[in-house]
């Protein structure tokens, strides 16, 4: 199956108040909307993001409700040069973000900042990409060899590089043959045995494939959760879950 990352959902409170967040700080553009009766959805990025690149959906539901943000999920990464970290940092603080974990506090490796609803973004330096494009998506899991085989056995991903410390370890897996632009999953794994709570300020991952529904049965033989198919969803799109529940929508590559 070749399913590349296409988009990780958050959903905010104040759609307006997001996109001029996303567009002053990151230099984020729209990219696509969709509007329906009770919620809007709009795709964001930097203007030369790669053809392969991932981008981010922002979700707003018309009635105003609020979010749990559980910590199930983890935060989104955008890249920035390696010799911008901390000049990158810098102009977010000129320009009013709330200092949350500045490049010192992180070793000076990366560095932490929240958007308006308080989702976490983490701020990485590369040699590749969009300044400001999504590097990767962290989420929380239970079972780090029951993760990493669902990742490899569902959508044939690659364990490309992990990190391991004293208290957790940070797993990552990409489609094989992945461009370097495009997003990775981040799973990390606590080793003291703890349960999460999902919480829904966060939506879900996206993968786009070439054929929709050859691609959900495909997920089916492989005993993914049949969540959502593609016929409940007029046959534009369909949804699985992770073993620690986390969604995962299946696109149509555009």
Not at 202 to 210: F, I, K, N, Q
Request: with cysteine.
């Amino acid at each position: 199956m070749d399913a590349t990352l296409d988009h990780v959902m958050l959903r905010v409170e104040d759609l307006e108040e997001s996109l001029e967040w996303y567009g002053t700080h990151f230099d984020y553009e729209e990219k696509g909307r969709w509007e329906a009766d009770t919620f809007t959805n709009v795709y964001l990025g930097p203007e030369d993001v790669h053809e392969d690149g991932a981008v981010l959906e922002l979700t707003y539901n018309h009635d105003d409700r609020s979010y749990e943000m559980g910590d199930a999920w983890g935060h989104i990464a955008v890249r920035v040069p390696e010799d911008e970290l901390e000049s990158s940092y810098q102009q977010l603080m000129d320009g009013g973000v709330e200092d949350y974990r500045d490049p010192e506090s992180c070793g000076n490796r990366y560095a932490f900042v929240k958007d308006p609803d308080g989702h976490e973004i983490e701020i990485v330096k590369r040699d590749y990409g969009a300044k400001w494009s999504l590097d990767h998506t962290m989420i929380r899991v239970e079972d780090a060899d029951e993760a990493l085989g669902y990742w490899t056995r569902k959508f044939e991903y690659e364990h490309v590089s992990r990190w391991e410390s004293d208290t957790f370890a940070n797993y990552f897996v990409q489609r094989e043959g992945a461009a370097p632009e495009e997003m990775t999953v981040e799973l990390t794994y606590n080793y003291d045995g703890r349960s999460y709570e999902l919480g829904d300020a966060w939506g879900h991952l996206a993968v786009s494939v070439d054929d929709l529904h050859e691609a959900w049965d495909q997920l089916l033989e492989r005993e993914s959760e049949d969540y959502r198919d593609p016929e409940s969803c007029d046959d534009r799109y369909a949804f699985t879950k992770d073993q620690d529940g986390h969604e995962i929508e299946i696109v149509t590559r555009d």
